[in-house]
Every structure is written in structure tokens, then in C-alpha cells.
């Protein structure tokens, strides 16, 4: 299993941790609709703090793993759409 806090790191220094208010249903990286979670599964966005994922990491660590590599995976995969 990878480690939580290197793939904590990862995912801050690809600025995948914006947190948003209820209201909003779109991805303010791509614009892309968001899941009920707040998360963008077009550009990997995960729309909670990365303390709650921490705190989560504790009880269920498989699912925050699978989270943050997914979100990662996307996130590096990620190319915007050429306007036009």
C-alpha cells in the first residue's frame, strides 16, 4: 500500500485539495460538473480539505489510497480542451 502522507504531498502540490462551498456544481479547475462528493472525475479536483482525508485515512486507509491515486492518475492525465 503506497503511503497516505506521500500521496497527501503529491496530491497538494498538484493543487488537487480545493474545498467549496455546498452550492457550487462545478469544477473551478475545468469546469466539469461535480460528483455528490464534490470531487471532479474529469480532472481528479477533490472538493474536501486534506485534513479530512487524513482523519479518514485512520479508519478506511484503502479507500483514501485508491482516492488519491485516482485523483492523481487524473489530474496527470488531465489536458484541457483547445477552445475553438
Known amino acids: 500500500m ?6 497527501i504531498t503529491e496530491a497538494k ?3 488537487l485539495f480545493r ?3 455546498a ?3 462545478h469544477c473551478a ?3 466539469a460538473r461535480l460528483d455528490g462528493n464534490g470531487d471532479c472525475a474529469t480532472c481528479g479536483l477533490i472538493g ?5 482525508l487524513e482523519r479518514r485515512a485512520a ?3 484503502e479507500r483514501v489510497t485508491k482516492l ?3 485523483a492523481i492518475a487524473k489530474r496527470r492525465g488531465y489536458t484541457p480542451a483547445a477552445k475553438g
Open 59 to 61: 479508519t478506511d486507509p
Open 13 to 15: 502540490g498538484l493543487e
Open 68 to 70: 488519491l491515486t485516482t
Open 48 to 52: 474536501r480539505p486534506a485534513a479530512e
Open 29 to 31: 479547475h475545468c469546469h
Open 19 to 21: 474545498p467549496h462551498g
Open 23 to 25: 452550492f457550487e456544481v
Open 2 to 7: 503506497a503511503d497516505i502522507a506521500a500521496l
